[in-house]
């Protein structure tokens, strides 16, 4: 496996957690909006709530009479778009460490070291190491002598407390 084809980041845990939690509660929704619908539908309801029309006429007219609902309706959707942008955008956080800075005291200056230098050099040194020793006695140990191996690397992200 090359340097350069490391396994892709995973998304951060917060963004995981979100994720989870948003799609939940939208198929709650739309699983008890279903079974209401199918619910009414068969007449589980009554016959009334069966064969009536989808918007009555009193809430259409009470629409019509009031123009500031549509102004309403634009600005929910609006604010339904900004947060499924903001839940796009939260898809590209990754728990992967960009840089790392090298020096502790910066009244010198500062060092930075690309996260992806730090995981290539390890990659090189450990991929031998794995190659030529782990991998061959695992394959003797076990008696196939073409197990396929996959290693992925990759440096999880650490809040800068936890680097100095």
């Known amino acids: ?10 998304r951060a845990p917060g963004t995981r957690r979100a994720n ?11 699983l008890a909006a ?15 709530v069966r064969t009536n029309k989808v918007i009555p006429q009193d809430t259409r007219d009470w629409v019509a009479a009031h123009d500031w609902f549509w102004l309403a309706v634009a600005a929910g ?22 840089q790392l800075d090298v020096e502790s005291d910066r ?13 290539d050099a390890i990659a090189a040194e450990i991929r031998t190491r794995i190659q030529t020793e782990a991998v061959p006695h695992v394959r003797q140990a076990l008696d196939v002598p ?15 407390r936890d680097l100095r």
């Open 146 to 160: 073409d197990l396929p191996v996959r290693l992925e690397l990759r440096l999880a992200g650490a809040s800068r």
């Open 77 to 98: 959707s609006i604010l339904i778009a900004l947060l499924a942008l903001r839940w796009l955008l939260a898809q590209t956080s990754t728990n992967r460490l960009r």
């Open 20 to 30: 989870r939690t948003v799609l939940a509660l939208i198929g709650f929704v739309l």
């Open 1 to 10: 496996m090359a340097a350069g084809t490391l396994a892709a980041t995973s």
């Open 34 to 48: 279903g079974a209401a619908g199918i619910a009414a539908g068969t007449g589980l309801f009554g016959d009334g």
């Open 107 to 119: 009244s010198a200056g500062r060092t930075v070291l690309s996260g992806t230098a730090v995981t």
